[in-house]
């Protein structure tokens, strides 16, 4: 993967592949903080209107409301809180019971606690501070 800190914007954007994931938020900067102290994310970019959050390989791209001004997905973002309804972004690989023990320090609230389930996964469920789902999972052995 290139050097996130010094390539160009328009060398990153020709350089994605795959799925992307893009969240909007009112405050990137503690989404930001959230992500990097309940669940180890490293992130690159901080800015007040953009932000990368990479976990392994996996780059989510973090906007300002401001920054899709111009986006037709900004009339349709709710007026209150929570946003992300009904998207669970899973965390592989990252230990739910010391992700939920950082959870509520780091502003998130726990709505699934870690649990062992049927299809093979240790998982819970975190809800981040703007309303987005996150699901560290380990595999059950």
Do not use: W
């Not at 503690?30 to 390989?57: K, N, P, V, W």
Request: hydrophobic share 45%.
């Amino acid at each position: 993967m290139t050097d996130l800190e010094t390539v160009s914007a328009a060398d990153f954007g020709r350089g994605l592949r795959g799925l992307g994931v893009n969240l909007l938020l009112r405050d990137l900067r503690g989404m930001a903080q959230f992500l990097q102290e309940c669940f180890g994310l490293t992130i690159h970019r901080l800015s007040d209107d953009f932000a990368l959050a990479r976990y392994g390989e996996v780059l989510v791209q973090l906007h300002s409301d401001g920054t899709f001004a111009a986006h037709p997905l900004t009339n349709l973002l709710p007026e209150n809180p929570p946003r992300g309804a009904g998207v669970q972004l899973y965390l592989f690989g990252l230990d739910p019971d010391a992700c939920c023990a950082r959870a509520e320090p780091a502003g998130g609230m726990v709505i699934e606690p870690p649990a062992d389930k049927p299809h093979g996964l240790r998982e819970a469920t975190i809800l981040a501070p703007e309303g987005y789902a996150f699901s560290p999972a380990v595999a059950l052995t």
